[in-house]
């Protein structure tokens, strides 16, 4: 079929002059007077076509037909739940395409400030049914799929997790991209793509952690899209020569050249058609199989620059305790941040603005230390590349960038060898160097003669080797500096960054407390309950969870003994789906009707699982010495952990180990696993925790004083109506504030006390047995191998033996007593469901939405650029 283009067309769209019968339907044809002519019923046809939407059950079945026959290329008789989910999965992406690029084409149109995040994890959980969430598309996708012979719960299913996090960093990032196209935000994030994520963890036999790498990636990946065009070469080693002609410049040349190539996943808002993009990187050789090599013989030698490259994104935390470990993720961190930045400048300078107006429509978000080398590189961009004088240039970064601080650890507060930076990025040492001596400069002006002073806030710490101190970096490059609850940022200002906030100000050192978006922790992983909170609020969906706090109104029905029921009638269908969940997966059958006590949370010394376990040991010890007729009034408990533990981490392996074989004996014992089970489910994911956390009616997060950023796990268990055991630490405080520390079990010594009591601990120790005789008794049932392995486990139980700088022993009795607390609270079930009510009507303070638009108006001076 042919047509003939009339040259006065060009430039016009062009319009067909008959029918023609295409996927959709037919084209219309054009009247005389340039009008289009529709056959019958056509035009709405047509219109939903070119639109790429799918809103009716018949559309969506041709949709996913259609992705059957062409994309995966299979026929529809010959289909499983995966080639199900896969081919919904592209019809849903189509929709989400046509709103991307309306997205995109409104910034370019409206040419607004832009935000981009940049974290080295995106922990985003499962995409499908966050996708029709959003798009509001659930109902006509389940009807549509069950039209094709299939259960939408069973496609769902057949997802696995991004592998693209670890922890609640990855899973706040994702949190704030949802809420960014969710308020309409010109927000994009950056990050990587690790072809095998963090692990897979399996559990052995014995207990241990055992890690495999991730399969997430084993079958096609429906969400994201290949921009094999968008590509950046990144360079390492190599040498780097000043310039002497006095402008502070340098030529970076040889080394190795690895090239980025960029995947992008489209972010649909809620209530939106905004559907704004998460860029991930992928490290490419640049050049790649070597044939001469090849046919020389040397077959190692042909792929070795190919491996070499590839290496970079394999992995999210490469292990660091080897010297090849921990040169591989300085390599991640910079090729990472440099094609992040590359991108950045490549679309700020599409417009032909001057490099002076960088700041106007560009701000960077630091999600912590790890990104902090982009700040070196934007120095090296504008002065080696644009020409800029250093103190332009400096004033372009330090007005361009933003770091979110989430530690006051000291040994989590990153740092990098001299030796290993100066041979990977031998540039980017210079221009530290550099910036370092104009700020040391500014300081000992201000405090001349104090040598300490200069010694503590150098961003270079003395030793062998000398370490590049990079929180220190990012404070001094960045406009701002937050910490993530309102105890951190205070711990912040006053501790690991005191003398930056005397010198700077205390203006440009704030707080924004973390938040959670309530589309995926309420109503998608908790339907039933989000369906109750519509109907009792009588208000639309769509608008209660964008603005969280109308939740308030769920207050006056926590007095109504109806709602209470259908409350807890929730609470128990999930503690059902968790039951059989651990049923289908280990084989294991869970009692429906006990407490369900939950803790989630990346296996760490200071998050403190062993005090948990040490607690489960010692409540399982009294039962032993129960008569029948005491346990005939114990509370029935059963307690889920879940996490994994970095691959190098042995202790916190150990912990593991200890909680899965103490689980045996329990759940094995006919005296008290009627009264007790213990479960450490694996392979923590986000998918596993919307199963948890909709099931808890008590939550963990028990961190020593001081150490807990802030945590985001406890504002999902309490929106949930899960009630908070907690010490007062992170942002567990402000959650007691907001929903009354009468529905929160608080226990533990506060964060003023905690180094004294480490200083006690070192000079004037006290035996466990004299300062806590029922710890001491834990701690000899396990070294007497109660739960196997005599002295296995005496590695873990010498850090409270000999240190115990966590304070287990300190707050072993408190914890005990809050339990106790618990278990008498939990026995009187109505005014237990109306303190869960209440939790969950005074968490609207926790929504992500308004953490991102803190973000957006007192740091980076972004506004909501909506469109129609």
């Known amino acids: 079929m042919t047509s003939t283009i009339d040259p006065k067309t060009i430039g016009r769209p062009i319009r067909p002059r008959r029918h023609v019968r295409t996927l959709t339907g037919y084209l219309p044809e054009t009247d005389a007077a340039g009008k289009e002519q529709w056959p019958r019923g056509e035009e709405e046809v047509w219109r939903a076509g070119i639109r790429g939407l799918d809103k009716t059950v018949d559309d969506i079945t041709k949709s ?11 026929q529809a008789y010959n289909i499983d739940d995966l080639g199900a989910y896969q081919a919904a999965a592209l019809s849903v992406r189509d929709n989400l395409l046509v709103n991307w690029n309306e997205t995109q084409l409104n910034y370019t149109k409206k040419n607004p400030k832009r935000a981009y995040y940049l974290s080295l994890e995106f922990l985003m959980g499962r995409t499908l049914d966050n996708a029709l969430l959003n798009l509001g598309l659930k109902d006509e996708y389940k009807d549509g799929v069950q039209k094709l012979g299939f259960s939408i719960e069973d496609i769902l299913d057949k997802e696995r997790d991004a592998a693209l996090g670890n922890g609640g960093l990855g899973r706040l990032a994702a949190c704030y991209l949802d809420s960014g196209s969710s308020t309409e935000l010109p927000l994009w994030g950056y990050g990587l793509r690790y072809k095998y994520g963090i692990f897979q963890q399996l559990i052995s036999p014995e207990g241990n952690q055992l890690e495999a790498p991730d399969p997430w990636l084993d079958n096609q990946n429906p969400w994201e899209l290949p921009r094999l065009d968008v590509t950046y070469e990144i360079r390492f080693y190599g040498r780097s020569e000043r310039s002497h002609d006095g402008s502070g410049r340098a030529v970076w040349a040889g080394g190795q050249e690895v090239v980025a190539v960029a995947y992008d996943v489209m972010i649909p808002g809620y209530g939106t058609k905004t559907t704004n993009n998460l860029r991930l990187w992928e490290s490419r050789s640049k050049r790649g199989f070597d044939l001469n090599s090849f046919n020389a013989g040397n077959y190692e030698g042909a792929v070795e620059s190919s491996n070499s490259a590839d290496a970079i994104t394999s992995v999210l935390y490469p292990n660091d305790h080897t010297s090849f470990g921990k040169e591989l993720r300085l390599k991640q961190q910079y090729f990472w941040t440099a094609a992040s930045l590359a991108d950045i400048m490549r679309r700020f300078k599409n417009q032909n603005k001057p490099l002076a107006q960088f700041p106007d429509f560009v701000a960077i978000q630091l999600n912590d230390t790890h990104p902090t080398l982009a700040i070196p590189e934007l120095m090296r961009i504008l002065i080696d590349e644009e020409d800029l004088t250093w103190d332009q240039a400096w004033t372009i970064v330090t007005n361009t960038f933003f770091y979110t601080n989430h530690t006051v650890l000291p040994e989590a ?44 806030m150098s961003l270079i710490e003395e030793g062998q080797p000398k370490q590049v101190r990079m929180a220190h970096l990012a404070a001094i490059g960045s406009r701002k500096v937050n910490g993530v609850a309102e105890l951190h940022s205070d711990l912040v200002r006053t501790t690991i960054l005191k003398d930056f906030v005397e010198f700077e100000g205390l203006s440009k050192y704030s707080n924004v407390t973390n938040g959670i978006t309530p ?186 004083a001081g150490t807990e950023a802030s945590g985001t796990s406890n504002m999902k268990f309490c929106l949930n109506g899960g009630l908070l055991l907690g010490t007062v630490d992170g942002a567990n405080i402000e959650i007691a504030e907001e929903v009354g520390e009468s529905n929160v079990f608080f226990f533990g010594h506060l964060t003023p006390a905690v180094e004294d009591l480490r200083y006690q601990h070192l000079y004037h120790p006290v035996p466990i047995e004299e300062k806590c005789p029922a710890l001491a008794n834990v701690l000899n049932q396990i070294s007497s191998g109660l739960f196997g392995n005599d002295d296995i486990y005496e590695p873990l139980l010498n850090t409270i033996r000999q240190n115990d700088y966590y304070l287990l022993s300190d707050d072993f009795d408190s914890y005990i007593a809050a339990l106790a607390m618990v278990d008498e609270a939990y026995q009187d079930k109505e005014e237990w469901i109306k303190k869960s009510i209440n939790t969950t009507a005074n968490m609207g303070k926790f929504s992500s939405d308004r953490a991102i638009l803190e973000y957006a108006e007192s740091f980076w001076n972004i506004e909501p650029t909506p469109f129609k």
């Open 519 to 704: 589309r995926r922790w309420l109503d998608q992983c908790n339907p039933e309950l989000s369906a109750l909170i519509t109907k009792t609020l009588a208000v639309d969906k769509n608008v209660w969870l964008k603005d969280l706090k109308l939740l308030k109104g769920l207050i006056p029905h926590a007095e109504d003994a109806d709602f209470r029921k259908a409350w807890a009638a929730i609470k128990q269908r999930n503690k059902e789906r968790l039951a059989a969940h651990v049923q289908s997966t280990l084989g294991l059958t869970v009692r429906t009707d006990a407490m369900f006590d939950v803790q989630i949370k990346r296996i760490h010394e200071y998050k403190r699982q062993t005090l948990n376990i040490l607690g489960v040991i010692h409540r399982y010890l009294t039962l032993k010495v129960m008569t029948p007729e005491e346990k005939a009034k114990v509370n029935p408990r059963v307690v889920f952990f879940a996490g994994k533990a970095a691959p190098a981490y042995y202790i916190a392996k150990l912990t593991i180990r200890l909680i899965v074989n103490v689980a045996k004996v329990i759940n094995g014992d006919p005296d008290t696993k009627d009264y007790l089970q213990l479960y450490f489910l694996p392979d923590y994911s986000v998918s596993l925790a919307e199963v948890l956390i909709p099931a808890s009616d008590i939550s963990q997060h028990i961190s020593t």
């Open 64 to 74: 996913v037909v259609n992705h059957v026959q062409t994309s995966l290329a299979r």
């Open 413 to 456: 507060l990153e740092k990098w060898p001299v030796p290993l930076l100066e041979h990977v990025l031998p540039r980017h040492l210079q221009i530290i160097y550099d910036i370092n001596l104009f700020f040391l400069q500014a300081v000992e002006k201000k405090y001349p003669g104090d040598r300490e002073r200069l010694a503590r």
